[in-house]
């Protein structure tokens, strides 16, 4: 009863005048069979297919037939029955939490879920979406024949045991998917008699549609649209290819091909959504034009600033409390005030990580803020493990009045999360909600993943100049032009990705979805879009250093025009924007001129000064600084500042006895209020150091060198005339007196013994222990010296020759330098040596854009 119609390619036919030789062929068919027009069904193979069809039928006149796609009939045929409590709901999230209950019992996956957490996350996720491949399969059987099928599925896999843990899961998935008795909304397709079944096959054949025309007692005509690449020599399309550099030019290449086209009349165009991280550069760049635009493939729910706001939210809730996620939610959710700038900047200004200490503070800046959030939230707190269910309704109490719906994608989170809506009494979903019982990580991982899962589309912008669609679904549509970008060999041609419990083999031996046919149903939609007027290929030639080559679709479409001895179809694309005459525009180095100075300096502003004065100008006249990251790594110079404390509180608190413990005392005082992660390579650092330290101590103590004072906060004004108010200011690490009477200034280091002789091989350049000099008056009697405490042969002291004399001329050459300062003189980007590698100002003197 199944016959069969090619309707391949016609030189110089455009859709509409296709689809009217659709409708004609399927009149004249009906016809012929003298089945009733009205009763026949038409199945197409997308939604987006119904529109073109009915104009085509509606200008011919007469009875047309139902027109449908696969899916709508049968919803059209009847409802869908739920889920119960065991079977699969179709809902990614929710079906792992179900497989977990489903193989928790058995061996093999409590030591997977033991052992390695992350694999057995990854092995559910696994098992799901191969059991949603076998119901999706099985819906597509006739029902009289699902059972076989089954059968036969089972004893593919359990005839060839190779695959050890795959295979067992394959199993338990195909078993799940068998398991389930529910009445697939399918079946209604087979028992459904339309007076003519037809269907429409484009990108490939259509497995529901040809089990329903092979086994169906009426009339049936499959009409095959599609085309063989390989011998498709003459496209109707004008095919056009632009080559870019780099992903930037490739982007607006692209959006210029969108626009010329939308300029020649060729409206809609459809933009193809091959690449999307491109596309969703192209549509910026679109809507900066004010372009309206339709995207049919929208982006994952995950990516909204609904979700955002979600996540951030139960990051503050169950992230433990930590600072940094607090004020990542209250960034997002309240409105931009001075006062939550001004509790960012406490927190980074005095390092508070934990919400707790600000919840003990008094006059914190955006208290009432804080506060209403903190018993917002306090729903989530508490730990624990609860039911999803439990967890739920605590996440709505949380959000209370929060704008969530007012974000874009609001709506799509709270369905999808089941906080707008109730699971059905009974179903499946409303059993693993109640069933299922979290920790407060694992419920923050499920709300991750069921946005992950989630797809945002926004609403139809009407008759948009522009759609963004996938390639398959541009098939058959009446665009002016397709706009391609990523027709290259890494984005264009590859097809999908297979299952990844069955090889290929199983999957072709089983009618799953595999590799080989995803690809030849993209080289069928590739070939479907040469049906348009015009098709616009933009790739990329180089991936890194690496060369890209162009699509193997592509590829085939230039070989079948030189076997047909014709030329080759792709045109060069020419951007036909005018040329524009661009001057350069050289930057010069970076120089300004202050007229000020700060009302005191320190030895780091007068590093910086000597270094480079535009660094000096940024960090000490401007005052800009990088902000710390609260929850950052701890950095070397954290252990240099707790390692000066844990020697300050040593030494001003030493008593006769071990020094060896009260060392390890000291630390440990110090240490209290620390994280325990945090510290651990601290202590093991102080470890090390411990014993090289008490024997330096003791040679020093021996040579009568002794601890006199520490930490000592020292100013002095030691210029004159118009800089005699300026102070300078400084810390200085110890002081300790020697045999001979005389003060020795030490200074901790952690750096390297060798940076440090090489530091003060030339005294000059030494502006630090200089600096420290003035502030305790440049004395003759004065010696300085850096302590190196990280070095593996002990604890060395490198002396500063004559600290005093180089003092008295670095005072002389900064009360020159200041002097001009105040008079006009530029202070320039100097941009040498290792003063620019780690300058937070270098995007202020732009460096690296100098001519």
């Known amino acids: 009863m199944l016959q069969s119609l090619k309707l391949g390619l016609v030189p110089g036919e455009d859709i509409d005048t296709f689809w009217r030789r659709v409708a004609g062929a399927c009149a004249d068919w009906l016809a012929a069979q003298g089945a009733s027009p009205r009763d026949a069904v038409l199945l197409l193979p997308f939604a987006q297919h119904l529109a073109p069809a009915r104009r085509a039928f509606l200008a011919r006149g007469g009875w047309q037939p139902v027109l449908a796609t696969t899916r709508s009939l049968a919803s059209a045929l009847g409802p869908s029955p739920l889920a119960q409590p065991g079977q699969i709901s179709g809902d990614a999230p929710v079906d792992a939490l179900a497989a977990d209950a489903l193989i928790a019992q058995q061996s093999w996956a409590q030591g997977l879920k033991r052992e390695d957490p992350r694999a057995y996350r990854l092995a559910l996720a696994r098992l799901v979406e191969t059991a949603h491949a076998f119901t999706r399969a099985a819906g597509q059987q006739d029902p009289a024949a699902r059972g076989a099928w089954f059968e036969a599925a089972r004893q593919h ?403 079948a025009a030189r076997r047909a001895g014709r030329e080759s179809p792709l045109r060069h694309w020419v951007d036909e924007r005018p040329p524009q005459a661009i001057t350069p525009q050289p930057l010069p180095r970076a120089s300004v001129a202050a007229a000020r100075l700060p009302a005191a300096l320190s030895a780091s502003a007068v590093e910086s000064l000597r270094r480079c004065p535009y660094q000096f100008f940024s960090r000490h006249l401007l005052g800009l600084q990088a902000a710390d990251e609260l929850e950052a790594e701890p950095e070397k110079r954290d252990y240099g500042t707790w390692l000066h404390a844990v020697l300050h509180r040593f030494h001003t608190g030493r008593q006769p006895g071990d020094a060896t413990a009260q060392l390890r005392a000291a630390a440990a005082a110090e240490s209290l209020g620390l994280d325990e992660a945090d510290f651990l390579p601290w202590q093991a650092s102080f470890e090390r150091l411990l014993p090289r330290y008490v024997d330096w101590l003791a040679a020093a103590e021996a040579q009568g060198q002794a601890f006199s004072e520490g930490e000592l906060d020292r100013q002095c004004r030691p210029f004159d005339g118009a800089l005699a108010d300026l102070v300078l200011r400084g810390r200085i690490d110890r002081v300790d007196t020697t045999a001979e009477g005389k003060r020795l200034l030490l200074d901790y280091k952690t750096g390297s013994v060798k940076g440090l002789k090489d530091r003060v091989t030339e005294p000059l350049e030494d502006t630090q222990m200089a600096v420290y000099a003035l502030l305790m008056d440049a004395a003759p009697d004065l010696a300085a010296a850096y302590l190196a405490l990280d070095d593996p042969g002990g604890v060395v002291a490198v002396e500063h020759p004559d600290v005093a004399a180089t003092a008295g001329q670095l005072r002389d050459g900064l009360q020159s330098d200041l002097l001009l300062m105040l008079q006009g003189a530029p202070l320039p980007a100097l941009g040498e040596g290792s003063a620019c590698e780690f300058c937070e100002a270098r995007g202020l003197c732009r460096k690296d854009d100098w001519s």
């Open 157 to 559: 896999l359990t005839d060839d045991p190779v695959g050890g843990t795959e295979r067992a899961l394959a199993l338990v998935a195909l078993a799940w998917a068998a398991s389930d008795d529910r009445t697939p909304a399918t079946d209604a397709l087979f028992r459904h008699r339309p007076s003519a079944w037809i269907a429409l096959q484009a990108g490939g054949p259509d497995p529901l549609a040809r089990a329903l025309l092979a086994g169906g007692d009426v009339p049936a005509l499959w009409l095959d649209t599609d085309l063989d690449l390989d011998q498709l020599a003459e496209p109707v399309a004008r095919v056009e290819e632009a080559l870019c550099a780099d992903f930037e030019t490739l982007a607006q290449a692209s959006a210029v091909a969108v626009l010329q086209h939308l300029a020649a009349g060729r409206a809609p165009v459809a933009l193809i959504a091959q690449d999307r991280v491109v596309v969703r550069r192209v549509r910026a760049l679109l809507s900066r034009q004010g372009l309206p635009m339709h995207d049919e493939t929208g982006w994952t729910l995950a990516t909204t600033p609904a979700a955002s706001t979600l996540m951030a939210l139960l990051r503050a809730a169950l992230g433990g409390g930590a600072v940094d996620d607090w004020l990542a939610w209250l960034k997002l959710s309240a409105e931009p005030s001075a006062a939550l700038d001004a509790l960012e900047a406490l927190c980074r200004r005095r390092r508070i990580r934990r919400a707790e200490v600000l919840d003990a503070m008094d006059k914190l800046p955006a208290q009432a803020l804080w506060q209403a959030r903190r018993q917002a939230l306090a729903p989530l707190a508490g730990g624990g493990r609860r039911s999803l269910l439990q967890w739920l309704f605590d996440l709505k109490r949380a959000l209370g009045s929060e704008p969530l719906a007012g974000l874009e994608g609001g709506a799509g989170v709270l369905e999808a999360l089941w906080l707008s809506r109730n699971p059905w009494p009974g179903s499946a979903h409303e059993a693993v909600l109640s069933d299922a019982r979290l920790d407060g990580a694992g419920f923050l991982a499920w709300v991750g993943e069921v946005l992950e899962a989630g797809q945002y589309v926004p609403e139809d912008a009407g008759q948009a100049p522009v759609v963004i669609t996938p390639l398959v679904r541009a098939m058959l549509r009446p665009f002016g032009a397709l706009v391609l970008p990523g027709a290259d060999a890494d984005t264009l041609g590859r097809g999908g990705r297979g299952l990844s419990l069955l090889s290929e083999a199983d999957a072709a031996a089983l009618g799953l979805p595999t590799q080989a046919r995803q690809r030849e149903a993209e080289a069928q939609a590739f070939a479907q879009a040469l049906r348009a007027p015009v098709l616009t290929l933009l790739r990329c030639t180089r991936a890194g250093a690496e060369p890209l080559p162009a699509s193997p679709l592509i590829e085939r479409l230039a070989v």
